[in-house]
């Protein structure tokens, strides 16, 4: 059914300005309470399960919690489901919240791959996102997971900021490539409505790079990175050889998951496959553990044709895309015989290449890939 686990935590210091994550300042106690809350809830999803081969404390921001508590987390899904011994554990961590004292008591918990989010190096841009750490903090948090002992690190980088020009994103990716991590994920700042940024940078704001620039950002990004060793495995994500994110791959790949939290989502391999996801408000979540009765929210079995469009547009994110013959093994039929008309129609039109049996994006599918997965719809 899953063999990974995803945590939600959903609390943050205080809420960047282009945010659209399920997180809030915590309330008194509700962030001591808050593990409590996840076992109970692992304990009430599941009965038999096997051990978990990843674990992700995404957010929000997980690191607002104390190494005792992922200690005890820890414990609580070993003796549940066990967890394998070779199993990747991440923490997502915002560089204003740790110091070498923390993340070193993070890793003697268990946590070996540290996601920091730094987002950008210049000051006055952090300050432009309503981030709540400076550019050294971000730097001192890498030079203190590395000195503590992580050899897994990621860092996330946005770009297409207000005002910002090719040559400032260059400056960016040059300081990345500088500290060395082993994966970093790269972002295009999009702003979302209801978000403060939405009332200050409403659409067609000439403050925010168009879409050419946009797209010789990504360009640059995929020049530089790969230039300097990192495989761009994923759309968004480079990696050297051997780091690519194991979690995050699995999803792409369509591995089970359980999320454990609020507003965490859930993806079951019963059937051609069922999601679910939590309630996005702690009361709700807590009314529902008490309760003993936990509802799934916008809960979806899919059906064979959910399925295979799924596959379609999650594998395409990879840089192995579509097989045809796994296609065919994983659905009984061909792909030819599903989507040969489309595939057709997007390799003509530069957006996929066919190199034998396998389906690609081109760089230019991967600038204009929510047109290419809309066609699989
Ligand atoms: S730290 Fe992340 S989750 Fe928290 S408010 Fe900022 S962007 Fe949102």
Same mark, same amino acid.
């Given at each position: 059914m899953f063999n990974r686990l995803y945590i939600h935590v959903p609390f943050c210091v205080q809420k960047c300005l282009y945010c659209v994550f399920i997180s809030n300042t915590p309330q008194k106690n509700e962030l001591l309470d808050y593990p409590v809350l996840l076992i109970r809830e692992l304990q009430l999803r599941t009965s038999a399960a096997s051990p978990v081969a990843s674990i992700y404390f995404g /957010? /929000?921001?997980? !690191?607002?919690?104390?190494p005792p508590q992922i200690t005890r987390l820890l414990e609580g899904i070993t003796d549940h489901t066990g967890i394998q011994a070779d199993a990747e554990i991440t923490l997502e961590v915002n =560089?204003?919240? #740790?110091d070498g004292i923390s993340l070193k008591q993070f890793r003697n918990a268990g946590i070996n791959r540290i996601s920091l989010g730094i987002q950008s190096f210049d000051d006055c841009f952090l300050k432009v996102l309503g981030r709540i750490h400076s550019g050294y903090q971000s730097r001192q948090a890498f030079k203190n997971a590395r000195e503590v002992g992580f050899n897994n690190i990621s860092i996330d980088l946005i770009h297409s900021? =207000?005002?910002?020009s090719l040559e400032q994103w260059r400056t960016e990716l040059l300081h990345a490539i500088e500290l060395d991590p082993e994966h970093i994920s790269i972002y295009g700042l999009t702003v979302e409505e209801g978000t403060p940024f939405a009332r200050i940078y409403p659409a067609g704001s000439h403050e925010l790079p168009d879409e050419d620039l946009s797209a010789d950002m990504f360009e640059l990004a995929d020049d530089l990175l790969t230039g300097s060793g990192f495989e761009h495995y994923e759309i968004a994500n480079y990696a050297r050889p051997?780091?690519?994110s194991q979690h995050n791959s699995s999803y792409w790949m369509r591995d089970g998951y359980l999320g454990l939290g609020v507003a965490a989502h859930t993806f079951l391999r019963d059937g051609y496959g069922v999601r679910f996801s939590n309630p996005d408000n702690l009361k709700e979540y807590r009314q529902g553990l008490d309760s003993g009765k936990l509802v799934r929210i916008d809960e979806h079995q899919l059906t064979l044709n959910n399925a295979m469009s799924e596959y379609m547009f999650l594998r395409l994110r990879? !840089?192995? /895309? #579509?097989g045809t013959q796994a296609f065919e093994y994983e659905f009984g039929r061909s792909l030819e015989s599903v989507y040969g008309s489309t595939t057709t129609d997007l390799v003509r039109l530069g957006l996929l290449i066919q190199n034998g049996s396998q389906l690609t994006l081109t760089r230019r599918g991967m600038l204009l890939s929510n047109q290419v997965f809309s066609r699989f719809l």
């Open positions: /957010g /929000g921001t997980p !690191s607002l919690l104390q =560089p204003g919240t #740790v900021l =207000p005002g910002q051997g780091y690519r990879l !840089s192995e /895309g #579509v």
